[in-house]
């Protein structure tokens, strides 16, 4: 590890405390005393160094990064992101905003080749929510008034994608939300074409996987419905693949898997390399018309600077040359099945389903209580995973396309061992007793 201690992946020149108490501390007076609660049930462990699909804690502990919400398919700090964001920083990080500059060009085209046809139009920002936010301001301004999202979709939290995103834990603090918006059971088009026969003027909104509402995924033939319809009644489709985008099903896109061409694709997540945040909405040229009329109609300060370009280029570069989509379905298959044997032989009692596609990986506990042991179970056995925001009892896995062979069986070793740790800690009973 470059410029790291070998044994704890630790910078020797660290300036800032890394000890638990002290960045507990600090957090309770200055980030949020409600995460550092949160912080707790973990032990307080604190995060201060990463390489490849590793992270390491303060007091040198390594760990397998399986959570990380989707972000690093490349894994942490990939050398190719680094080599093209340090060289980015060394030249030209930020731009002045009124000149042309070369590295948003450049990483506009290279995203713009892996999308599906006609997808030619970049318009980058900072994060996944952004990206929404520019989707519903597009849409606007080609005249859709009224949204369309999904029961259990997640969208983000800021004002106009929390409208997007259908639950009521988060919305309701900050009401009232945007106007207009409907929401509608995913993976029912039926119920989908009864709003749009009801109601004009519509963008629908949808994640061809439900990532945040615990990696659902919808029947067979259901996107290629939502866009058959939203066709005929002349809406705009927009298709949310920042969690699912860029190879983390197994495909460049979840839309691939039925030939859908969205009239918006939101993509993030991975299109940072693990290393600078960036995100971006992709647009036809004719939905896309608006924004090119008036470059101003909607921009950011931060959106596009060279440093964000140049982790995009390279990130997209990289999964493309390294074959990381095929990595990442061959990969998913294989720690999906495990993942599956291990937990309906160990502990069926308390697994409710395990499913997934390529490298989004989500296990149903029978209740949350028993998701957080998992959480914790894992941690201890040295294996990052996540919570779905939108679905506290199901655990997602979200693992590097480059973890290696020897990677993924340490993967369902922890898997194999916290199973057993949840089996011994409950009572041997039916999910339907102790749903009951």
């Known amino acids: 590890m470059n410029g790291t201690n070998g044994t704890t992946g630790r910078n020797e020149s660290t300036y800032y405390p890394t000890g638990a108490a002290e960045v507990a501390t600090t957090y309770r007076r200055h980030v949020s005393r409600g995460r550092a609660r949160l912080a707790g049930l973990t032990g307080g462990l604190v995060e201060v160094a990463s390489d490849g699909a590793r992270v390491w804690d303060a007091t040198g502990n390594e760990y397998l990064d399986c959570g990380g919400y989707g972000v690093f398919l490349l894994g942490h700090r990939h050398p190719a992101v680094i080599r093209a964001v340090v060289d980015q920083i060394q030249r030209h990080p930020m731009a002045t905003r009124l000149l042309l500059e070369p590295v948003a060009a450049h990483a506009a085209e290279t995203l713009a080749q892996i999308t599906p046809p006609g997808l030619d139009y970049v318009h980058f920002v900072t994060s996944g929510a952004e990206a929404t936010e520019a989707a519903i301001k597009l849409a606007r301004a080609n005249g859709r008034t009224s949204l369309v999202s999904t029961i259990g979709g997640y969208h983000g939290k800021t004002m106009g994608a929390l409208s997007l995103t259908a639950r009521e834990f988060y919305q ?105 945040p960036v995100a971006a909405m992709v647009a036809t040229a004719a939905t896309y018309a608006p924004f090119n009329r008036d470059p101003f109609l909607h921009t ?50 308390l697994v409710v389903d395990v499913r997934g596609a390529g490298l989004l990986i989500g296990i149903e506990l029978a209740d949350a209580e028993l998701a957080g042991e998992l959480v914790l179970e894992m941690i201890e056995r040295g294996v990052i995973v996540n919570h779905s925001l939108n679905a506290h009892n199901v655990i997602r896995l979200t693992p590097p396309a480059v973890l290696t062979a020897a990677d993924a069986d340490l993967v369902l070793a922890a898997v194999a061992g916290a199973a057993r740790a949840l089996s011994e800690g409950h009572p041997r009973t039916s999910t339907l007793e102790r749903s009951a």
């Open 300 to 349: 950011s300060t931060f959106a596009g600077a060279p440093v964000a370009m140049a982790a995009a280029a390279a990130a997209v570069t990289t999964i493309r040359d390294e074959g990381l989509v095929g990595r990442a379905r061959v990969l998913g298959e294989q720690l999906l099945a495990g993942i599956r044997d291990i937990l309906c032989g160990t502990c069926p009692d």
């Open 172 to 276: 309701a603090p900050f009401r009232p939300l945007l106007p207009g918006v409907r929401h509608v059971p995913f993976g029912d088009s039926a119920a989908l074409a009864a709003v749009l026969d009801e109601v004009p003027n519509c963008c629908v909104v949808v994640e061809p996987v439900q990532g945040e509402g615990g990696v659902v995924l919808p029947p067979a033939g259901y996107l290629r419905d939502v866009a058959t319809l939203c066709r005929d009644h002349g809406t705009l489709l927009v298709v949310d693949e920042i969690q699912t985008g860029l190879g983390r099903l197994g495909r460049w896109w979840g839309a691939d898997a039925e030939d859908v061409i969205p009239d918006i694709l939101l993509v993030g997540k991975n299109l940072s390399g693990g290393v600078i």
